[in-house]
């Protein structure tokens, strides 16, 4: 049995031995932008970071997408106001208020955000989550929404808001089924999560947990609480 499993794994080293690496403009990135496992420090370390991360790679042609509708629903109201037109404001509104139709149908309130390890981790409601999550999309104008299972059209470019269920896997899934080649994903509780399918970058709030699993985070943002970076310091870094 052994032996078979050699050979079979010869045959995939070969396989993978035969790729290269090729350099590709930024504008060529569709980057999946996620927090999961949040805590006190998401909304002010990791995601802010992102945000302006998410910043340059649209200023380099990048198309960006963040996600969790039942986080961002409750600061609708400054999405709308950085729509980029009219239809895609009304997209936005539109894609909320099917999620709470959906939750309705199943008699389910949305209680279950902030999650219990949220609150562990010092967020007290969810209006501090919804803040939090937003400001993973940094500043630029939102280009265009997707709904759950939609994919980006050809050349579509910039920030997109992909209305996907915040559930950490089902979120990545429906982004990666959208088009994202790179997620990038912060955590403050040290949710575990990872794609097959795509490279994913993984972010930590703070300095002790990134001490604690420093084989799975790939970026400490805990240096901006700490006072060894800035928010832009980290930024520049995640873009890099």
């Avoid at 090729?22 to 995601?47: H, I, K, R, Y």
């Avoid at 950085?82 to 139709?101: G, H, I, L, N, S």
Wanted: with cysteine; aromatic share 6%.
């Amino acid at each position: 049995m052994i032996d078979s499993i050699l050979r079979q794994a010869r045959v995939h080293l070969e396989r993978l031995n035969a790729r290269r690496r090729e350099t590709v403009p930024a504008s060529e990135l569709v980057v999946g932008v996620q927090c999961g496992g949040s805590d006190a420090f998401s909304g002010v370390t990791a995601n802010p970071a992102v945000g302006f991360a998410s910043d340059l790679l649209v200023r380099a042609g990048a198309t960006v997408m963040f996600s969790e509708v039942t986080e961002v629903r409750d600061a609708i109201d400054q999405l709308t106001a950085r729509a980029a037109t009219p239809e895609v404001a009304q997209a936005m509104v539109r894609e909320m208020a099917w999620y709470d139709a959906y939750l309705a149908r199943g008699r389910v309130d949305r209680s279950a955000n902030t999650t219990p390890g949220n609150k562990k981790g010092g967020l007290s409601n969810i209006v501090e989550k919804a803040m939090g999550s937003i400001v993973k999309s940094g500043s630029a104008p939102i280009a265009g929404v997707l709904a759950p299972g939609e994919k980006l059209a050809p050349g579509q470019r910039g920030l997109i808001y992909a209305a996907t269920p915040a559930s950490d896997f089902i979120c990545g899934t429906l982004q990666l089924a959208a088009g994202m080649n790179l997620h990038v994903f912060t955590t403050g509780r040290g949710t575990p999560y990872g794609l097959a399918e795509c490279p994913v970058i993984k972010v930590a709030t703070r300095s002790d947990l990134a001490r604690r699993w420093h084989d799975l985070m790939d970026v400490n943002a805990g240096t901006i609480a700490d006072g060894r970076a800035s928010i832009e310091d980290v930024g520049w870094e995640l873009f890099h």
